[in-house]
């Protein structure tokens, strides 16, 4: 089983930038893959970002990419979320999620654990 939470929201002007952190409790984190999602309110929870077992292959959500980047730190058992350029539609919480197998790598149904969620808000 993974334990996750996450830190690092907050608010920030439209422009700004926030890094996030996944951390996990589990000596199996190096064998997840880590997903970051966000669900603003009134709206379905949406897949920004996934990062390999081993780091070496990420995936973005077209609204995440070039703006966002994933990267993991495996001895640290940590995922971060670098959020640059952030625009006010970003609002919303972010949770990270974990699992060993996946298929579709930005649909939260296809992960098993999740953190509480971190709350990030962008204004104009």
């Known amino acids: 089983q993974v334990q996750l939470a996450e ?14 952190s996944c951390a ?34 990420t995936l973005y959500a077209a609204s995440a990419k070039g703006r966002f980047t994933i990267s993991r730190d495996n001895a640290k058992n940590t995922v971060y979320l670098q959020m640059n350029s952030l625009i006010p539609e970003d609002t919303g919480v972010y949770y990270c999620a974990a699992e060993s197998q996946v298929g579709r790598y930005l649909a939260h ?12 808000t962008v204004s104009s």
């Open 24 to 57: 996990a409790s589990a000596y199996t984190f190096s064998r997840n893959y880590i997903g970051w999602f966000r669900q603003a309110p009134g709206k379905a929870r949406e897949g920004v970002a996934v990062i390999s077992r081993g780091g070496g292959t």
């Open 109 to 120: 149904a296809s992960y098993q654990y999740w953190g509480q969620g971190t709350q990030v």
């Open 7 to 20: 830190s690092g929201g907050g608010s920030v002007q439209a422009g700004g930038s926030l890094r996030l």
